[in-house]
C-alpha cells in the first residue's frame, strides 16, 4: 500500500518532535546521565587519573545543572525546602558516620562489596552515601552541588591517597560544579594534622567545614567540630541493636581485655596488676603481642561475646587514649573504665582534655588515672546487686544511643547553616 506524501511527511515531523523532546528531557532534565562518583566493576589497582576532564565538559555540565534548577523552581515552588548533599566514603570511619550515627542503609548489605551506597533524609537534607574500592572520581547530580569528603589522615600513606581526593573536589569547586565542601577527617592520633589546614576556608582554601576526629587544638565549633572515633568499622564491628536480654543478663564477668600489651606502657601494668592480685579469674583478658590487622569471623566472635559476658570494659590507652573499644564496650553495654590521661603530641590539653567530647556529652565512664586503682573498683563491682547492674547498663545504652542522635543532629544542622543559610 503507498502511502500518501503527505501523511508520510507528517510521520516525519511527528518522529523529530519526539525524538527531540525526548532528548531535552535527558539534556536538561535527568540527573541520571551524569549522577554520582563514577562506579568501576572491576577494580583498578593503579589511581584513576581526572586528567581528561576537560573544561569545556564542565561548562557544558553547568548549564545543564542550571537548566535543571530552573525547572526544579517552576515544579517545586508548592513543596518544603529541601537540599541534597553527597558523601564520598573513602575512610572506613565513613560506615561509623552513615550506619551508626546517620543511622543509613546501604545496598548491597555484602560488607566486602566494591560499591555500596544508600539514601536517607536528616532535617532538611537529603543525604546519598557511596564507599567501597569501586568508588572513584566522578561528578555530583545535576540537582546537587554540596559534598562531604571521608578521609583517613593517619598516616603518611593515607594522607598522600586523601590529598589526591581534595585536588579532585578543588577542581570541581574551581569549575563551579560544587559549592560546598565539608571534610570528615580521622586525623592523626598526635593531632598532627597540619597538610589539611591549606585547604580549609579560613586558610584561603574551599573546605567549608572540618569534623576531626581526636582532641585537635583546632576545634572551635564554629568551622572545625570534633568526631567521635567510634567503632572498629574497618574490622567489620556491626551497629548493635539493644535487647532484654543485653540488659537483663548474668554477665559471668566483672571485666575484659582483649587487645595488644605494649613494652614498657601501662598495658603492661594493667596485665601485671590483673595477675598478681588474682583478678584474673573476674576478667577476660589476653596480652597479644601484636594486634592483627585483619579481623577474622572467630577472633570478632570472642571479643564480642567477652563485651556481652563482662560488667566492665578495661580501657587503657594506646597511641591516643580515645580508642575504639569504648564505642564498642558502649555498644553492649558494658561500662568503659577508661585511663584518662593525655598521650605525647600535639592534642589540646586543658582541664577537660583528653576526650573532651565524650566527657561534654556527660559519658557515664569510669575515669582512673592510674590502673592501681582497679582492686578496689572491681571490688565495688562485687557488691553490686543485680538490680543495680541492670540499672547501670540500661543507662549507658540509653546514654550511648542520645549521644549519637545529639551526633547526628549537631551534623545535620551545621551543615544545612553553612551550606545553605542563604538558601
Not at 569528603?149 to 593515607?158: F, P
Not at 595488644?260 to 596488676?273: C, D, P, Q
Not at 580515645?322 to 592534642?347: L, Q
Not at 589540646?348 to 561534654?360: E, T, V
Request: with cysteine; hydrophobic share 40%; net charge positive.
Amino acid at each position: 500500500m503507498k502511502i500518501p506524501k503527505r501523511k508520510l511527511f507528517l510521520l516525519l515531523v511527528f518522529a523529530y518532535v519526539a525524538f527531540s523532546l525526548y532528548a531535552a528531557y535527558n539534556v536538561f532534565f535527568s540527573t541520571k546521565v551524569l549522577s554520582r562518583v563514577h562506579r568501576v566493576v572491576k577494580k583498578e589497582t593503579g589511581w584513576n587519573p581526572w586528567e581528561d576532564e576537560q573544561v569545556e565538559y564542565n561548562s557544558a555540565l553547568n548549564k545543564k545543572r542550571e537548566a535543571f534548577k530552573q525547572y526544579l523552581g517552576k515544579i517545586d515552588k508548592n513543596k518544603p525546602k529541601r537540599y541534597k548533599v553527597q558523601i564520598w566514603g573513602k575512610a572506613a570511619i565513613g560506615l561509623y558516620l552513615w550506619e551508626h550515627i546517620l543511622e543509613g542503609p546501604l545496598n548491597p548489605t555484602d560488607k566486602v562489596a566494591q560499591w555500596r551506597e544508600g539514601e536517607l533524609q536528616s532535617g532538611k537534607i537529603d543525604f546519598s552515601f557511596y564507599t567501597g574500592p569501586a568508588v572513584v572520581q566522578g561528578h555530583v547530580p545535576l540537582d546537587m552541588n554540596s559534598l562531604v569528603l571521608v578521609l583517613n589522615g593517619r598516616e603518611q600513606q593515607k594522607v598522600t591517597y586523601s590529598t589526591r581526593w581534595l585536588e579532585h573536589v578543588q577542581a570541581l569547586v574551581q569549575s563551579n560544579t560544587v559549592s560546598h565542601v565539608a571534610v570528615v577527617l580521622l586525623g592523626n592520633e598526635h593531632c598532627n594534622n597540619d597538610w589539611i589546614a591549606p585547604h580549609l576556608k579560613r586558610n584561603g582554601g574551599f573546605v567549608d567545614l572540618l569534623f576531626v576526629v581526636y582532641d585537635s587544638p583546632w576545634v572551635n565549633d564554629k568551622d572545625v567540630f570534633q568526631w567521635p572515633l567510634g567503632v572498629a568499622t574497618y574490622r567489620q564491628f556491626p551497629v548493635i541493636r539493644p535487647n532484654a536480654q543485653l540488659i537483663t543478663s548474668n554477665r559471668p564477668y566483672l571485666c575484659n581485655f582483649l587487645g595488644t600489651v605494649y613494652k614498657n606502657s601501662s598495658r603492661e601494668t594493667l596485665m601485671h596488676i590483673l595477675t598478681q592480685s588474682g583478678l584474673e579469674k573476674d576478667c577476660i583478658s589476653t596480652g597479644r603481642e601484636k594486634w592483627l590487622p585483619q579481623e577474622t569471623a572467630d577472633s570478632l566472635r570472642r571479643y564480642q561475646t567477652a563485651l556481652a559476658q563482662s560488667e566492665l570494659t578495661l580501657c587503657p590507652v594506646g597511641i591516643n587514649t580515645e580508642s575504639y573499644r569504648i564505642y564498642e564496650a558502649c555498644s553492649y553495654g558494658s561500662v568503659p573504665v577508661v585511663e584518662d590521661v593525655m598521650t605525647p603530641g600535639s592534642c589540646a590539653a586543658g582541664p577537660s582534655s583528653p576526650l573532651r567530647l565524650l566527657k561534654a556529652a556527660g559519658a557515664p565512664f569510669i575515669f582512673i588515672s592510674d590502673w592501681k586503682e582497679l582492686p578496689a573498683i572491681l571490688d565495688r563491682e562485687r557488691r553490686m546487686s543485680q538490680e543495680q547492674r541492670v540499672d547501670r547498663r540500661r543507662r549507658l545504652l540509653e546514654w550511648y544511643s542520645s549521644f549519637r542522635q545529639q551526633m547526628k543532629e549537631r551534623f545535620t544542622e551545621v551543615i544545612e547553616e553553612t551550606f545553605f543559610k542563604n538558601g
